[in-house]
């Protein structure tokens, strides 16, 4: 009887999140196609490259030196500078961008490697009826589906484990993961499928055997990061931006508007970390795309600034190849403590991860032995 009941149970709740979906999607039609509507006519801004091969650094820096003032700065050479700089500079805009250190040194380099649609976003918007986590979901599948169209060369559909051990937990996330390729339709890389205990077993032996129930595989995408924000970077300069590494923003210029009286950010006094040469980089318009350190640039505007931005912590580790096959990762959705642990397999390696904690900005960020400990104990 109470086998009976726990499975009419698990039929309700996934027929109630199967209509949920379609009222969501069909809710959100509308929306979607102002969305598409605004990604034409941001393509017909689109120019053939200036370059065939980017220019040089120091070509770079000289147009820097020796352009009066550019439409656009951006400061920051991360995934979201560079691509500001990319969207800008391809609709004619005369365009800059500095990074303090190297692109992609910070952020940028240091995710999960995945093109994730957001699976967990999605139980939340079936369980609260949350519509703005509805559409985050659909905008990351949509995203997903782009990457891997566009650059296939550093993007690639992966295989996730999903370990079930307990036996009425199978129809349950089974119903989560179907619905997740739903919610994808046309841009679901492959269908989800349960695999029994000993095929589960033969991927990955390191899982618990005896309390082991059987696994359900689904796909997201996988990706490197820092050759996507080069490759954009590199792209932006090709299309004419003046781009340069190991510039740092040491103060920012500002100048009176004439119309409206009122004092505003002008551009930038930059210094080449290299050789300490230091020049103005003057723009009508400057962009923070700092990340963490965004508060430090406003602090350059307005050292009255109220902070903003408050730090995160994602601790990731590396470790040996044989804790994921090559072409499969893993996730461990109820982790001691409730989150959730990825093991993905990255480079002959296995990236295990990740963490999420407040911590202080700093430069040069370093895992605490808590989090290190944290993983491994996962792990084992």
Known sequence: MAFQKAVKGTILVGGGALATVLGLSQFAHYRRKQVNLAYVEAAECITEPINR???????????????????????????????????????????ALVE??????????????????GVRYLQKAIMKLDIEQYRMVKEALHERANLLEIAPHLSAPLPIMLPIYKWWQLPYYWVGIKLYDLVAGSNCLKSSYVLSKSRALEHFPMLQKDRLVGAIVYYDGQHNDARMNLAIALTAARYGAATANYMEVVSLLKKEDPQTGKVRVSGARC??????????????????????FTDSVRKMDDKDAATICQASAGVHIVMPGYYSPESMGLLDPATSDGRVIFFLPWQKMTIAGTTDSPTDITHHPIPSEEDINFILNEVQ
């Open 53 to 95: 091969e980017p220019p040089s650094r120091e070509a770079q820096l000289l147009t820097l030196q020796n352009t009066s003032e550019f439409d656009i700065l951006v400061i920051g050479g991360g995934a979201t500078g560079s691509g500001c700089a990319l969207d800008a500079v391809t609709r004619g805009l005369k365009t």
């Open 100 to 117: 303090r250190d190297d692109f992609s040194s910070g952020t940028s380099s240091r995710s999960t490697k995945l093109i994730h649609g």
């Open 271 to 292: 210094k080449d970390v290299l050789t300490g040469q230091e020049f103005d980089v003057r723009a009508k318009c400057v962009i923070n795309a700092t990340g963490p």
